[in-house]
Nanobody, 130 residues
Framework: EVQLQASGGGLVQNGGSLRLSCAAS????????IGWFRQAPGKEREGVSC????????YYADSVRGRFTISINNAKNTVYLQMDSLKPEDTAVYYC???????????????????????WGQGTLVTVSS
């Protein structure tokens, strides 16, 4: 059974850092695309960052570029999202998602945050206080 487990959320002050983890079970990330998304209260879900399973492609939303870093540890089958210089507007529930077909679909490379990921983990709440 394919499962994604997101963790690492919490309460942090403005300017602080957190590292989110997305652990996979039932499959390996090698041939998957993995994405981090977030949804703030009253807002639509938005893409934050994506990575290919072999880490040769990474994407970032403009709002987080330069502050967030996505990485993958294939040995641990875990994707990380290092979040630095956090702002109150980063407050949201963060979700990880994965898809086995994305790397073979040109649409993922053009619009990775609009792709229909097949698997989703439960969210982890990030709260940044001002």
């Amino acid at each position: 059974e394919v499962q994604l487990q997101a963790s690492g959320g919490g309460l942090v002050q403005n300017g602080g850092s957190l590292r989110l983890s997305c652990a996979a079970s039932g499959f390996t990330f090698d041939d998957y695309a993995i994405g981090w998304f977030r949804q703030a209260p009253g807002k639509e879900r938005e893409g934050v960052s994506c990575i290919s399973g072999r880490a040769d492609r990474t994407y970032y939303a403009d709002s987080v570029r330069g502050r967030f870093t996505i990485s993958i540890n294939n040995a641990k089958n875990t994707v990380y999202l290092q979040m630095d210089s956090l702002k109150p507007e980063d407050t949201a529930v963060y979700y990880c998602a994965a898809d086995a077909s994305a790397l073979y679909d040109s649409s993922w490379y053009h619009k990775p945050f609009r792709y229909g990921y097949a698997y989703w983990g439960q969210g982890t709440l990030v709260t940044v206080s001002s």
